[in-house]
């Protein structure tokens, strides 16, 4: 029972060593930054600010402080999102290269520094680092797994174990790394192939959002109106609150719509939920911006 607990909190701090590997330090100090100022600003504005600034001051520095507080976290993903792709798309061609150091009759570590020699864009300090691991002494098993937990993905991961297993249980490795990086390489495709194909589905996704916020700002424009003028009973005070409790509903409801679409195109465009947070981020500013705007 003790040596679980002792456990956990080693492994709790493995994962956050993990997550904080991900990203590069400097990016992610300086998006944390960013965004808990720009937290604080919010804070501030809503109890403070609001009450001697005009409302459309106030409203305004609300969305800069919004904006502020979601982007650089979107923007931190999103690159890491696109360093993961081009970690990916390049695997396969460091694979072949020591596939192909293998066919000229090289040992495991001479083609691993011959394939170092090439550039592998993101990959390249991954590898860069292998080879220094394995010229102190690593073995090729711990020095490849280490860089695969480094990266932490899951297609690179799975391709290293299958090399790893074949490597140890004798069978002939260059074969292994062939048909491993046919494999990713086919992978990619079918990614590409994907996309290209729902591409017109994002449009449409796109396309029933903007009609959806014309909806609301006709909603806003032409109904509310009606529903504030004294013609339909009560008194004006009470009809005017009524409208202003529309307003802002309807605002809420155009970033949860945004929010969810841009989620939702992102996983069918590119097959991770990490790049709809960018459309996301776009369709909610604009959603919120167009029903502000047409509330003023």
Known sequence: MGKSNKEQPSMVKKKIDMILAMYDRKALT??????????MLLIFNHFVLSQ????????????????????????????????????????????????????????????????????????????NRMVSQMSWGISFEQAFRGMAESINNRLITRATSTIIEAHTYGGKISNAMTAIGRSITDIEKLRRERISSISSQMMQGYIIFFVFIGVMIGLVVFLLPILGSDALGGT???????VA???????????????????????????????GFKHAAIMSFIGYAALLLATL
Request: charged share 10%.
């Open 30 to 39: 300086s998006a944390l930054t960013i965004s808990v100022s720009s937290l």
């Open 52 to 127: 001697f600034l005009l409302p459309f001051m106030t409203i305004f520095i609300m969305l800069f402080s919004v904006i502020g507080v979601v982007v650089p976290l979107i923007s931190l993903q999103y690159r890491h999102f696109q360093k993961m792709k081009n970690i990916e798309s390049n695997f396969p061609n460091f694979i072949k290269a020591i596939s192909e150091g293998l066919s000229s009759n090289m040992s495991l570590p001479q083609s691993v520094k011959y394939a170092a020699k090439s550039n592998f864009g993101e990959l390249s300090p991954y590898i």
């Open 236 to 242: 004006g005070a009470a009809n005017a609150n009524l």
């Open 245 to 275: 409790q529309y307003t802002v509903k309807f605002r809420h409801l155009s970033v949860i719509q945004g929010f969810f679409s841009g989620i939702a195109i992102g996983k069918l465009s590119e097959g991770s939920i990490s790049a």
